[in-house]
Structure formats: structure tokens, C-alpha cells
């Protein structure tokens, strides 16, 4: 209803009829959803623009991509109706169909909602950048909705770890057996030989046995179209992971150069490298492989996943009130609102000790201590 009364507000106020472009999204695991697909996005969008006398003039779809980043081509294609002025307003039926990081969010609303030039409406949540209430909302949700993404990523780790110290084997059966539908005391399912696969296997063993490479054993089961799984092309690599797991194979090791320098897990030596590197004009993705590199690791090992690398950076400047009061001090000096600097602040990963997002009289504190700091200086 607040919606409704802003939007004819405002259509009355400027005198002629918004363009509104909308943008509908379900990933992988939602399309089967019932409540979420693209036919009811869409359906909602065209309704709510009906019946407001918006004039929609397309709805751009991503189908089965994630919502954890702003590189989709459906959403670009939006965003660029915006830029090229062929539309005013971007609507979706949910927040989270845009994103669902909250720097993602701050990214946008710095780009293109935080003026009267464009805007944005979910039509669930009653997020309305007409106002600045509405933008309040906005990031309000933005905040909580990245906050249920992490928790989500946290059960799902969790319940893998579990289930793997268990025993239960994730993923499809390997090559030369299938699950049956008997499970053992634990409900786990049983593995089944495959008759035609355990010969392909004995005469993978054979060939290897004679002294044939892998490449020559996969040219030759190519030849004979016997086919492997997944794609049905033989390689060496596949062949060497089968016979290891049948221990036929002996793993063949390099004995390293010189000294090995151990992997190790430092958040505060990650953090600060990664600011390094981030001041090097250095790409989430770039700094990850220099870290690893440089032999430091995440909590659990492995590589550095992008989104980890920007964890890293807004944990680093979370709380540093030396870099938050310098850079509103620099954002003021252009001419910057106090409400648009913690937009800005936000966006760059600076946050509050506490998180969230940084209030006007946060902002208006931050500029004092710095100008008490320069006269006491």
C-alpha cells in the first residue's frame, strides 16, 4: 500500500508515466520451486506494473545462476537499459532475486539508486528508493539476506563434514558399480559391481599390465567406442584415478628442489597481505592466488574463492576508525551527504566495529574526530 501511494505520487508529481524494466532470476536448485520460478516472477512484475500504470518495456532472466555476484548477463542487460535511459525504474519480485551480498547491494544503490535518477522496487518487502526511508529498507534487508546466504553456506558445510566423517560416500558411484537400493546398518546404500564396466576395468589392468601408457589404453578404448561416463571419452588422467582406486597404480611423487616452506593458517597475516595486494589494484581473484603462493592458506585449507578474499578485506577495515574517519574526511571534501558517504564506506568494505551500515551521526562523528585530530596535531 505505502508502494502503491508513493508510485502515484510520484507519476503525478513528474507528469508523465514511469519505464520500468524488470528482472526476474532462480538458480539452479530453485527452479523446480514452486513459488520462485520465472513464470510467477514474471506474471507478478507485469501485474504490479498494470495495475500502476508503469510502462514495462522488457524483463530480462537469468536462468539458474547464482545470486552470490553481480556478473550475469540478464542483470547487465537491465542495468544497461537504465544507463542508456530507455528505462527509469528497475523492479523485482524479491531483494534477494537481485543479490544477496550486502556489498553487492551498496554497489548498486552508489551506482544507481541513491539519486532521483533511477529506482528501485521489490514488489515483496516494500523496498521503494523513492524515499529515503526506502533506501533504509533497502539495505536493511540487503544486510540480513547476506547474513542468511552465510548461515545457509554454514548448515551445508557443516552437514557435508558430518555426513563424510560418517562414511557416506557423496557424489555418483564409481566406475564398475551403482548403488542398490539395500543400505547397510548405518542407511547407508550399498555398492554394486556392474558386470560389462568390471570388464572394461580387468581389461584396462590387462593393458597396463603388458606396459601400454594411459594415453595409448585411452586411444584404444576410444577406437573401440567403448564409452566412459560423464562425456564417454576416455584420458589418461581418468584412467590413472581408476586404477589408483583399484591400487594398481603407483603414485608417482617429485622430490622437491629445496626446502618446503608449510602451508599455514595466519587471518592476521592473510588480512594484511590482502591489503597489500588490494592497494596494488590487484583483482579478489589475483590476491587469492598470491596468497596460496605465498603459502597462507583459509581455515580449512585449499584455495582462495573470491568471495573469501573480500571477507578478508571488509574484516580487515571492520572497526578501523583511522581508515573510516580519512576516507569520509576525502568523500565530504567532494561534496558528499553524510548519508551518501556511509553508503560509499559500505561499499568499500569499511564497516562499523559492529557491522551494518553507518548512520548519518556515525558519519557526522567520524568527520569531527578527524578535524579534533588535525587541530590537536
Known sequence: MHTQRNTNRMRSAVGYVRTAVGYVRVSTQEQA???????????RIRVYCKAQSLKLIDIKADEGVSG??????????????????????LIVMKLDRLSRSLRDVCSLVEEFFSEERYHLLSLCGMVNTHSAAGRMVLMNLANYNQFEREVISERTRDALQHMMKQGVRLGPAPYGYEFSHDTDDNGRRLLVPLADEQEVLRKIRDMRAEGLK???????????????????????????ILLRRQGTEQVRTMRPSGPRVPLRHDPEAATARAKELRAQGLSLNQI????????????RGGIWHPAQVAKLLNEGLRGDKEAASRRALELRAEGTSLREIGIRLAAEGILPRDGGLWHPAQVRALLLGEESARVGG
Open 33 to 43: 520451486s514452486e513459488g520462485v520460478s520465472l513464470d510467477v516472477q514474471r506474471d
Open 68 to 89: 552470490a555476484t553481480l556478473d550475469r548477463p540478464a542483470l547487465q542487460d537491465a542495468l544497461a537499459l537504465l544507463r542508456h535511459g530507455r528505462a527509469d525504474t
Open 214 to 240: 594411459l594415453h595409448q589404453i585411452a586411444s584404444l578404448l576410444n577406437e573401440k567406442g567403448i564409452p566412459a561416463r560423464r562425456d564417454g571419452r576416455w584420458r589418461a588422467q581418468r584412467l590413472s
Open 288 to 299: 587469492g592466488l598470491r596468497l596460496r603462493k605465498e603459502k597462507l592458506t583459509p581455515l
